[in-house]
């Protein structure tokens, strides 16, 4: 009798000891929020291709917004863990009292460009060699199409068009266009004269020939831009204070693809 409760005794041991380990092994899943499918998430996705959050025991399930703002709102409404997205949304954030940390950076210079349909550009006499004091000058009237009104590209709008001595919505039209595939049909049917987002897009626009690359700051055309924090992993404070593992891995996996980057 004394043998047989010891080999129960001694099983189930065994199967916690299994299941502890089990969990210990098991990837944790983490939702974040990205604002476009773009070169700009570079960073998550070759730290995706290489593993490297699996290595972190991390499994992530990743949502396009279709452009800035819905994904930071996703965040500080709790709904994911983290977002990778643009610094001027955890500011303007802050300025609405909703505080939030960007733990990580993963790109620190405005990666988006700017198209312009043929036609509006036959009309303005713009070509893309002109100086970019010259072009900016011929948006009064057009109609200049960005993903979401609170995203990067709405706010990078109304910067050059100020800049160039206008008003938004009064001398310029910003308008809403999407991200991706609708991007691009609202370029192409004129529904707008020239638009921004992260590349590939506008370079698609261009290669289907019906546009040209009116501003590339990919290249850095717009010298009064030197740096800027276009991709950062971000995370409520909350979630750093009592789940700092998780951020840790995280950032740990984000460190790991720009080791390899630059190796």
């Given at each position: ?49 290489k593993g490297f959050f699996a290595e972190e025991k991390l499994e992530l399930d990743i949502t396009s917004t279709g452009g800035g703002g819905p994904d930071i709102r996703a965040l500080i409404a709790g ?178 693809m720009g080791a390899q980057e630059h190796a």
């Amino acid at each position: 009798m004394k043998k047989i409760m010891g080999m129960i005794l001694s099983a189930v041991i065994f199967l916690g000891w299994f299941s502890v380990s089990a969990r210990a092994q098991a990837p944790r899943k983490v939702k974040m929020t990205i604002p476009v499918v773009a070169h700009s998430m570079t960073p998550v996705y070759v730290a995706q291709s290489k593993g490297f959050f699996a290595e972190e025991k991390l499994e992530l399930d990743i949502t396009s917004t279709g452009g800035g703002g819905p994904d930071i709102r996703a965040l500080i409404a709790g709904d994911v863990e983290f977002t990778f997205t643009t610094g001027d949304n955890v500011i303007l954030a802050h300025q609405e009292g909703k505080r939030l940390l960007m733990v990580m950076s993963g790109l620190n210079k405005v990666f988006i460009n700017w198209a312009m349909h043929k036609e509006a550009a036959k009309a303005k006499g713009i070509t893309e060699s002109m100086p970019l004091a010259d072009k900016i000058k011929t948006l009064k009237g057009l109609n200049v199409g960005v993903t979401n009104p609170g995203a990067l590209t709405a706010h990078l709008a109304a910067f050059v068009i100020r800049k160039a001595g206008y008003n938004p919505q009064q001398d310029v039209q910003v308008v809403p266009i999407g991200a991706g595939p609708t991007w691009l049909a609202a370029l192409e049917n004129r529904k707008v004269d020239v638009a921004l987002t992260a590349p590939p897009v506008p370079e698609t626009a261009i290669s289907r020939g019906f546009a040209i690359m009116f501003i590339n700051n990919a290249k850095g055309e717009d010298p009064s831009i030197p740096e800027f924090l276009m991709e950062n992993l971000v995370a409520r404070p909350e979630t750093v204070a009592k789940d700092g593992d998780i951020v840790r891995r995280m950032v740990h996996a984000g460190k790991s693809m720009g080791a390899q980057e630059h190796a």
